[in-house]
């Protein structure tokens, strides 16, 4: 068994791979593929309609939300967001909290003023900050839930009278959502939720239509919402595969469940970080990541013994990332508390033959 750790795209639970791959056989008693179908047939249709019904469930999303299954990543996002809602010489804040943040903040300068409001470059994306002034006037606070490549995650949103748009790629459905704090959440599909090529947007209706720019027809939200995310055709695959994920954390007991194991699964990992003499944390305590868990080694020559011991484990995906080196374990709602004790166990077997 291969113990998959890799940041994204990133693991899939076992049983939705099989269906996935079943389907991609036959599908729905159709004698077809579910990758040959129509995204106009009855039995595509049903997939949209649960897709959606469960990113309900799972969100606390009611009617006055969207949701949307839209194409080009979170990183279309960055700008689409601004793009629809802020309006022209309007302000809206951000916090800068790594490589992700940074290019939602460039990408949003296009569209209006867009003050920095708090930023944790100083000590190297280390921690996420937790005090800021909000301009007057605020449209709204976007911030990046969880901080994919440094390890750092909001263990509780930001207290503000404002609504949050929250890019929640790396920690969707990994806890439970108050969705009433959030106006746009938004999430690429291949971190926690499904392939790449999907991402989800749970949008509230209200905010749309309110600024006065021309937006291109495929960019404006809106269109996606009357056509309910069927004006060109979807990425049909990658959307059933998600409603599967979604129907499987269902079965884990929900978002709630999947928090208390992914906090066990984290803690699992952490202490071994805290008490393993040749490794140690990069993030700052009170905000590390129960998704990605990055740490560094003590010595910088312990760096490739590890990694060749990882491979020998079956353990992959735990090279940092390049930005940050080191170590990044990406412990996702699909991945087994089993798989995590057998990245301790190597951690614990590299410091009795090196440490
Ligand atoms: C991976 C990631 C992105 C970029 O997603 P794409 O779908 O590749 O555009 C954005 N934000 C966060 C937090 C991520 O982890």
Request: with cysteine.
């Amino acid at each position: 068994m291969v113990h998959n750790f890799f940041a994204g795209p990133a693991i899939l639970p076992k049983s939705v791979l099989k269906k996935a791959s079943e389907s991609v056989l036959s599908f729905a008693d159709m004698g077809l593929s579910v990758l040959e179908i129509s995204h106009r047939s009855k039995q595509f249709g049903e997939v949209m309609e649960k897709a959606e019904n469960l990113t309900r469930t799972l969100s606390g999303a009611t009617d006055d939300y969207a949701v949307l299954f839209l194409t080009g990543g979170a990183s279309s996002q960055f700008y689409l967001t601004a793009m629809n809602v802020l309006g022209k010489g309007e302000t809206a804040a951000y916090v800068d909290t790594g490589t992700w943040s940074t290019k939602a903040i460039k990408e949003a300068k296009l569209f209006g003023n867009i003050e920095v409001v708090a930023s944790s470059a100083d000590r190297g994306y280390s921690y996420v900050p937790k005090n800021f002034n909000l301009p007057s006037n605020t449209k709204y606070l976007h911030i990046t839930s969880n901080n994919t490549i440094y390890g750092t995650q909001y263990q509780k949103m930001p207290d503000v009278s404002v609504p949050l748009v929250c890019d929640m790629s790396s920690d969707l459905f990994s806890r439970p959502i108050d969705i009433e704090k959030y106006d746009i959440i938004y999430a690429g599909a291949q971190k926690n939720l499904g392939p790449a090529g999907v991402t989800l947007v749970i949008i509230k209706k209200d905010i749309l239509g309110k600024v006065e720019r021309e937006i291109p027809t495929m960019l404006d939200y809106r269109t996606h919402i009357t056509k309910g995310s069927m004006f060109n055709t979807p990425p049909a695959f990658p959307i059933y595969v998600s409603m599967l994920t979604m129907e499987w954390i269902m079965e884990q007991g929900g978002p709630g469940r999947m928090q208390e194991i992914n906090e066990e699964k984290a803690s699992i990992l952490y202490n071994e970080i805290d008490r393993n003499p040749c490794f140690t944390g990069k993030a700052e305590s009170e905000d590390r990541s129960r998704m990605n868990v990055t740490f560094l080694p003590t010595k910088e020559e312990y760096t490739e013994p590890f990694l060749d011991m990882c491979a020998a484990n079956n353990c992959v995906g735990v090279k940092g990332h390049r930005s940050v080196g080191g170590f990044r374990a990406s412990i996702y709602n699909a991945i087994s508390k089993e798989s995590v004790q057998v990245l301790t166990d190597t951690m614990k077997d590299f410091a009795n033959k090196f440490g």
